[in-house]
């Protein structure tokens, strides 16, 4: 079962350099990275454990050269989202599993909408993942993913892509609930990702050091956790302080919002901010600092845009 990687910036570049080093058969849409992946492979620096190099790389700059497959891993940011619909269609054959590795919410609805006649499996990514230059990519802490099915997709097909990360030496786990994993990826998402951004430009190791951003942080995942509850997907009790210490062992790690952001790229407000705050309207839960940071967000976001539309390419 062929599998094809569109987005191969860090987290696809990560999973997809995973899956061809275990033997599976794998092809990226490379766009920006093409000519150096092409001439000099893939360079997985993973913390703890010696890097390796794939090489040849089966890459391509169109999907139309890719090829039909079997499994598709879409790591595009949900801020390209609209262009799936035009890479995607070359890739897809009767049965083509859609496996979406982004991140918020409604990524796995819009592709249940545009593409009907597909399973669609959720793939939420726990790691510390760094394009470090062309072609290269590091993992400095985590790479788990909970993998869980959103439509057309029974348990045997889910749990038959989960055991092909498993054996690519990926920590996967199948969960039952998706949309409660969602949130509880969310509660580090985003106050991580927002807080690093709207702060002017912190790392979580700053974040956790500053007793006001740290304690805005906590009240961010206090509101996910409300939001969470109500929709009667609660998070475990000790959530917050597992966070807590899990991102203080990530040193100065630069959440990939932040990462986007200073390079000019847009952010993925809606996807992370937007559309929960939207979903805690609508049942009448409060969250005025998820409300404050959306709108932060979202101005820095259009003020970067205009910048990108006024910078001569």
Request: aromatic content about 8%; overall charge neutral; hydrophobic content about 45%.
């Amino acid at each position: 079962m062929k599998i094809g990687v569109v987005g191969a910036g860090a987290v696809g570049s990560y999973y997809g350099g995973l899956l061809a080093r275990a033997g599976s058969e794998v092809t990226f849409l490379l766009r920006r990275d093409w000519e150096a992946v092409i001439r000099r492979g893939l360079w997985i620096d993973d913390q703890g454990k010696e890097s390796f190099h794939l090489y040849p790389v089966r890459g391509f700059r169109r999907t139309e050269e890719m090829g039909s497959c079997g499994i598709v891993l879409i790591a595009l940011k949900a801020t390209a989202r609209e262009a799936l619909r035009d890479l995607l269609p070359p890739l897809l054959q009767p049965g083509t599993v859609l496996v979406a590795m982004q991140n918020g919410l409604g990524n796995e609805e819009w592709l249940a909408e545009v593409f009907p006649n597909h399973p669609i499996l959720g793939g939420i990514v726990f790691g510390c993942l760094i394009r470090t230059a062309p072609g290269r990519v590091q993992n400095v802490g985590f790479g788990k993913i909970e993998l869980g099915a959103y439509a057309g997709a029974g348990e045997f097909l889910l749990r038959e892509v989960a055991l092909r990360f498993e054996r690519a030496g990926v920590p996967c786990s199948v969960v039952e609930d998706l949309e409660a994993a969602r949130w509880r990826k969310l509660a580090w998402n985003i106050p991580f990702n927002g807080v690093s951004v709207a702060a002017g430009g912190c790392d979580v190791q700053e974040i956790l050091r500053d007793a006001e951003l740290r304690r805005f942080a906590a009240g961010l995942m206090e509101e996910v956790a409300a939001v969470a509850e109500k929709r009667e997907l609660p998070l475990p009790e000790d959530w917050t302080e597992r966070m807590m210490a899990d991102t203080a062992q990530m040193g100065a790690y630069r959440p990939s919002t932040l990462v986007d952001f200073l390079a000019g790229r847009p952010i993925e407000v809606e996807a992370i901010w937007g559309e929960p705050l939207r979903r805690a309207q609508k049942m009448g839960v409060p969250t005025p600092l998820l409300q404050a940071i959306y709108a932060l967000l979202r101005s820095l976001d259009r003020r970067s845009g205009v910048r990108r539309e006024i910078t001569p390419s």
